[in-house]
T-cell receptor, first 113, second 112 residues
Framework: SQTIHQWPATLVQPVGSPLSLECTVEGTSNPNLYWYRQAAGRGLQLLFYSVGIGQISSEVPQNLSASRPQDRQFILSSKKLLLSDSGFYLC????????????FGQGTRLTVV | DQQVKQNSPSLSVQEGRISILNCDYTNSMFDYFLWYKKYPAEGPTFLISISSIKDKNEDGRFTVFLNKSAKHLSLHIVPSQPGDSAVYFCAARVWGAQKLVFGQGTRLTINP
């Protein structure tokens, strides 16, 4: 069966510090991978998605970047965090070309102080 | 530009009664609609979906209705149970795209 791992579960970082969140998927090949963010009191905003190694699509201009160095690994990064980067970050995967469902990880609660 | 809208941020329902969660959309290119359920500090879990060529899909206590002319879909939960208390997200997929667009979510509280 397929599983998705996302870590860390919680993170407190000072303003201006770098960020690296990692997500890995097991039990499937060539998944589509996604990073979403849920800001306080808001819905799920798609940040990045990837359909293959090295292929990243950015949905919202921001202080963040994403990379996919391996087929089942997706990384969310920032060189310098802002207060507005605080939120609940979720990694997800889906099975192309069907893509009718996305399966989410447990999320990372990021607080920038 | 919010293409998927859930206009009710919260809903309170008595246990055993019907819960109706609503979602409106603006993009006519959406071909698939989904509902997700989310508990605090956890990732959303898939609940039920419907293709744009259908108007109803049922799975146990959960039924999703799609009204394409009104660009509206709803999730019915009957009977409502305390474990149904969670945030519910409506999502939609653009035909040909490989991503989902989510609404803002509705917090459902089931009262005993």
């Amino acid at each position: 069966s397929q599983t998705i791992h996302q870590w860390p579960a919680t993170l407190v970082q000072p303003v201006g510090s770098p960020l690296s969140l990692e997500c890995t998927v097991e039990g499937t090949s060539n998944p589509n991978l996604y990073w979403y963010r849920q800001a306080a009191g808001r819905g799920l905003q798609l940040l990045f998605y990837s359909v293959g190694i090295g292929q990243i699509s950015s949905e919202v201009p921001q202080n963040l970047s994403a990379s996919r160095p391996q087929d089942r690994q997706f990384i969310l990064s920032s060189k310098k965090l802002l207060l507005s980067d605080s939120g609940f970050y979720l990694c997800a995967w889906s099975i192309p070309p069907i893509d009718t469902e996305a399966f989410f990880g447990q999320g990372t609660r990021l607080t920038v102080v | 530009d919010q293409q998927v809208k859930q206009n009710s941020p919260s809903l309170s329902v008595q246990e055993g009664r019907i819960s109706i969660l609503n979602c409106d959309y603006t993009n006519s290119m959406f071909d698939y609609f989904l509902w997700y359920k989310k508990y605090p500090a956890e990732g959303p879990t898939f609940l039920i979906s419907i293709s744009s060529i259908k108007d109803k899909n049922e799975d146990g206590r959960f039924t999703v209705f799609l009204n394409k002319s009104a660009k509206h879909l709803s999730l019915h939960i009957v009977p409502s149970q305390p474990g149904d208390s969670a945030v519910y997200f409506c999502a939609a997929r653009v035909w040909g795209a490989q991503k989902l667009v989510f609404g803002q979510g509705t917090r459902l509280t089931i009262n005993p």
